[in-house]
């Protein structure tokens, strides 16, 4: 994909070099930062897809720019037990950028990891071709974009975008008019796609499931046990059946709310506490969950916050996995590996605690988590 011939050459997108650019072993103990880092927020980050060998990694921030680095992964091992080992050297490149015309809220690749998609508070959805290195706009919203997800059809293809104009678009990259638009209840702030469903949550604490097949429409609206402001979503599906089953939703009070599309318990549905840390007179800061993701491979979710740290969990069994050792700031993004063996995830401030807080002289990082085995399920007892 980033080949010499028609690439991306040693044009103006290159990152360059620098002296932050040398490489080290991620482990459990120390996670891999990627050279080259955003200039402000990361407020988008995506690997590509599992349709190629490669492992790229994207990032859109707050400096209206998308970028992405080539991450080297080891091919996963696993000896007599099925263990995986404890670390692997992961290393990462920069490869170049692109800007976007205002703050990047959301991006993904395309089915065939050829192209990014990504939209902005500019109101534009554009198309990054990687081959060409050309940039075009493909669509546009009455507001800012704050979502962008490929649809892979067996029919169609196409590209699903929410905005805070109260819509859900999709576009074909070679038309300038939507083939397709859907009303929303309110402003999007998150969403979710895995084919046949896509998950939109709004204002209002709403979240409305939509089909994909053979035509996007509404499916169903359902009642979120939240109190708070709705913050982000990740669908889980079924490990036999690849399947969506339901989707995890994360709010500004700490807490994350696990919903099943048809349950076959009532209580299968449930919220539970994170992102809280303990004071003294058995009294809880509560920071926002900023991102959450299902492991591709075990089913296990990752959520992150406001609270500097990230955290596994099997929800399943109910249990909490890991807890990381706190960052320097909010984590604000997190994203798996195609395949799972890395866990990707952006710090930086994410403005919770408001301007007077604000620290210029603490930069945004994006770091390598390699923990395969501890985020594999809990063993029933």
Known sequence: MFGTAGGFGTGSGLFGTSANSSLTTATAAKDYELPAPPDDTVQALRFSPPSIQQNYLAAGSWDGLVRVWEVNIPPLTVNQFGAAPTSIN??????????????VLDLCYSDDGSKIFFGSTDKTVKMWDLASNQVTQIGAHDNAVKSV??????????????SWDKTLKFWDARQPNPVGT??????????????PMAVACTAGKQ??????????????????NLKNMLRCVSICVDKKTNQPTGFAVGSVEGRVAIQYLNPSNPKDNFTFKCHRVEQASNVQEIYPVNDLAFHPVHGTLATVGGDCRYSYWDKDSRVKLKGSEKCAQSITRCC?????????????YDWGQGHEYSN?????????????????PRKKT
């Open 336 to 348: 798996f590996s195609a395949r799972g063996e890395v866990f990707g995830y952006a710090v930086g």
């Open 149 to 162: 997800h490929f649809v892979q059809a067996p029919t169609y293809q196409c590209v699903m975008t929410g």
């Open 207 to 224: 979240c409305v499931v939509y089909q994909l097949d053979n035509q996007p429409r509404e499916w169903k609206k359902l009642e979120i």
């Open 360 to 376: 210029p002289n603490k930069k945004p990082q994006v770091f390598l988590n390699y923990d395969y085995e501890n985020m594999k």
């Open 182 to 195: 859907l009303q929303l209840p309110d402003r999007l702030y998150a969403a979710d796609v895995y084919y």
């Open 90 to 103: 992961v290393q990462a490149l920069p490869k170049a950028q692109q800007s976007a015309g205002g703050p």
